[in-house]
């Protein structure tokens, strides 16, 4: 008779390997020896791993001791104020998941922790020590806080991102203003790190250095230029969009010549930025070329003839040949040098017109959609306010968008060269015309708080959906948005819209208690929002 095989003592004589791969196949398919066979197998097995999770969790396995961690770097500004201190515990607190389901009308705090961070760097406060983990925890989560949480957080955040690897983030994120980076006067240090250091550590170097020394960025990039694998080569040019100037010109002329085809597209972009830039001149001479005034018919027409080929000189300026599916091979590469083209070249070869007289002009064989499609993007590109607020058009228009602005996307991006009045006006003439359903893809470029005429405009459209017998969750972005974006001046005035209105026969049921809700919670906020400032203090 053999003898069964006696269970170990304790867990620690069966590796956790074991015992997890046991559990997964089962004591039915898998016993082994030293488990009882039968129907105790099952008890032993989940015994030993008892135990053995216990054993792990508690024990602790001897090591060398550890030299000490030199202390954190001291931050030199002022402590939050205690009233400070503890919103911003209470914003940290507020992790997505947490608040059960519907959140009702209490306020959205971790949408506020953006702002409150804004403003407290703003302010030039140091967080509290004990609120750095979640801090980390949140910026690691949400990658839109990371750039104001990491300069909130100061040296000490990357002392403990050294320690724990869940926050390495804040290592790579960190170049943002080169505190950390070798002074300009410190040259050899510049360059041993350029040769030398981590891919991050140069990128931040990089821009750090264009920053406050352009011509030393060039120096430092075009010294290993050559021997720089493609995809860094492409974010390393990158880098030049900051403080484009026109010096950068013969570096970037060089790079129309890369073997990348990305680097030669991104040097062609950044030089038709540059209006006085021999490449933007070519493109104009190109583009002018395609386009002119027929005067034979009873009104002055713009007619267009786009290039027949794509030669190798437009290909090294950065026309790209090969249109998308569903493009036509001359109108994309007519969109291309129209977009390349100095903005200043359509006044004098279109009549002395005015950008505004020129985009009204009647454009002949169906070209004006790509016409002024690229005029959008050449305004954009080149941050030119007088053609962009051309192309936009008036925004009480019946289109919806000017003569060239057709989608929201280039609206919204003609919009962002404008200056913040500017922008706001346009925004709520829009608004008070076509009303909300078009307009949360242009609110989002207006400067917060939004200013009174566009804060009132939005409450005012937001009061007729509601009025309408609609629910509000047709509206929750533009809501959402209003939150955040308001002027807390104006809660005072949606008081009145707090109250549950009575429905109409029309409007959906509950809808006027769902709206009171909303503008509950909107109310809410704004106040919250106030008092975050106060806590704050004055800048």
Not at 350 to 358: D, K, Q, S, V, W
Not at 377 to 390: E, H, I, K, L, N
Request: proline content about 11%.
């Amino acid at each position: 008779m053999t003898a069964t095989p006696a269970p170990p003592d304790t867990a620690s004589d069966v590796p956790w390997d074991e015992l997890v791969t046991v559990a997964l196949l089962g004591t039915g398919r898998r016993t082994p020896p030293w488990l009882p066979p039968g129907r105790d197998a099952p008890t032993a097995l989940l015994d030993l791993a008892a135990v053995e999770t216990v054993r792990r969790r508690a024990g602790l396995r001897p090591a060398p001791a550890a030299a000490r961690p030199e202390p954190a770097a001291p931050d030199p500004r002022p402590p939050l104020p205690p009233a400070a201190a503890g919103r911003l515990a209470l914003l940290l607190s507020d992790r997505p998941g947490t608040g059960g389901g519907r959140r009702g009308a209490a306020p959205d705090l971790m949408e506020l922790l953006p702002q409150w961070l804004s403003l407290a760097n703003e302010r030039g406060f140091a967080p509290p020590p004990e609120a750095l983990p979640a801090l980390l925890d949140a910026a690691r989560g949400r990658t839109d806080l990371r750039p104001a949480a990491l300069a909130f957080a100061g040296p000490r955040a990357l002392w403990l991102a050294r320690l724990n690897p869940d926050w390495r983030f804040a290592l790579r994120s960190a170049p943002g203003d080169g505190s950390e980076l070798p002074p300009p006067e410190e040259r050899d240090r510049a360059q041993g790190l350029w040769q030398e250091g981590l891919f991050a550590e140069r990128v931040a170097l990089l821009a750090a250095l264009r920053r406050r020394q352009p011509p030393a960025a060039r120096e430092l990039l075009a010294s290993t230029w050559a021997t720089e694998r493609a995809e860094d080569r492409l974010m390393f040019l990158d880098s030049l969009r900051t403080g484009l100037e026109p010096a950068d010109e013969p570096f970037l002329e060089q790079a129309l010549s890369d073997r990348s085809r990305n680097v030669r597209a991104t040097a062609a972009e950044l030089l038709s930025a540059l209006p006085g830039s021999a490449l933007a001149w070519r493109m104009a001479a190109r583009a002018a070329a395609c386009v002119a005034i027929d005067r034979t018919r009873p009104d002055p027409t713009i007619v267009v003839e786009a290039p027949h080929q794509c030669d190798p000189g437009m290909e090294r300026d950065g026309v790209v040949p090969k249109p998308p599916a569903g493009r036509g091979e001359r109108s994309w590469w007519l969109g291309q040098l129209v977009e390349a083209a100095p903005l200043g070249t359509w006044p004098a070869r279109l009549g002395r017109r005015t950008p505004e007289e020129i985009v009204a002009l009647p454009v002949a064989d169906d070209w004006q959609g790509e016409l002024h499609a690229a005029w959008c993007r050449a305004a954009v590109r080149q941050r030119d306010p007088g053609w962009s607020r051309a192309l936009l058009g008036r925004p009480s228009a019946a289109e919806a968008g000017g003569p060239g602005a057709v989608y929201l996307a280039e609206r919204a991006k003609l919009l962002s060269i404008l200056d913040a009045t500017d922008r706001a006006d346009w925004v709520a003439g829009f608004i008070a015309t076509h009303g909300l359903s078009e307009a949360f893809q242009l609110l989002g470029v207006c400067a917060v708080p939004w200013a009174t005429p566009l804060g009132r405009a939005v409450v005012d459209a937001l009061d007729i959906a509601r009025d309408a017998g609609s629910y509000p969750w047709s509206f929750s972005g533009v809501m959402g948005l209003a939150e955040r974006c308001l002027d807390p001046v104006e809660a005072s005035r949606l008081d009145a819209l707090t109250a549950i209105p009575d429905e109409t026969e029309d409007a959906s049921p509950g809808a006027g208690g769902y709206w009171a809700e909303a503008f509950q919670r909107l109310t809410r906020t704004l106040r919250l929002r106030a008092t975050m400032r106060e806590e704050l203090g004055e800048p």
